[in-house]
């Protein structure tokens, strides 16, 4: 079982639409978990850290879950420049990644 | 910020022949560094642990003949991809702790 999982998408939102991602992963023991931002043919960029608190920045808002075992990166507004992958990373010290959704903010 | 660099941004082989591929951190020490490959529209996977003077981890079936890593320095982790083939083409990314993670730009291979 793969330690993070996530729904590959696409995602396709008009702008101004609110949109979700979640992914799921296997190991309870999981600490840190972090969302990022892959433009085609780039690295990752780290967007936010996920408290389980909820973290919020912005239009962003990222939550964990323990009890069921998954995060959420929510993005409100959607905006043109949202379009790109977005990748969960957690599991077994920090260092796997999910498949990645990409979303594609449509005018 | 942090910065992790790699070099080269992209390479072009011939079957067969191996290619080393660089990956520093600038401004800070780095015990720990990774190595994840991506392939078209797939993500990151991690291929292994790279440790400054000792032998790397490697994840489940990765070749550890074939991709030979190298951390002689606390700045310094380099990856060769050895007999490359068509089916290492891929983009091949490290990282390194500070006080997170941070990623290098990426080397993109290409085997002719």
């Known amino acids: 079982r793969k330690e993070v999982e996530q729904d590959p998408g696409p995602f396709n939102v008009p702008e101004g639409a609110t949109v979700a991602f979640n992914c799921t992963y296997s190991?309870?023991?999981?600490?840190?978990f972090f969302w990022y931002r892959q433009d085609c043919r780039k690295e990752p960029k780290l967007l936010m850290s996920?408290?389980?608190s909820g973290n919020e920045d912005g239009r962003f808002t990222a939550q964990l879950n323990r009890a069921s075992q998954y995060i959420s990166l929510l993005i409100r507004d959607s905006k043109l420049s949202d379009s790109a992958t977005y990748l969960c990373?957690?599991?077994?010290?920090?260092?796997?990644f999910g498949t990645g959704t990409r979303l594609t903010v449509i005018p | 910020g942090a910065v992790v660099s790699q070099h080269p941004s992209r390479v072009i082989c011939k079957s067969g022949t191996s290619v080393k591929i660089e990956c520093r951190s600038l401004?800070?020490?780095?015990?720990?560094m990774f190595w994840y490959r991506q392939f078209p529209k797939q993500s990151l996977m991690l291929m292994a642990t790279?440790?400054?003077?000792?032998?790397?981890?490697?994840e489940q079936g990765v070749e550890k003949d074939k991709f030979l890593i190298n951390h002689a320095s606390l700045t310094l982790s380099t990856l060769t991809v050895t007999s490359a083939h068509p089916e290492d083409s891929s983009f091949y990314i490290c990282?390194?702790?500070?006080?997170?993670?941070?990623f290098g730009p990426g080397t993109r291979l290409l085997v002719l």
């Open positions: 990282s390194a702790h500070g006080e997170t993670q941070y």
């Open positions: 190991n309870s023991a999981s600490q840190s």
């Open positions: 996920v408290y389980s």
């Open positions: 990373k957690g599991g077994a010290n920090n260092l796997f």
């Open positions: 401004d800070f020490q780095a015990t720990t």
């Open positions: 790279s440790n400054e003077g000792s032998k790397a981890t490697y």
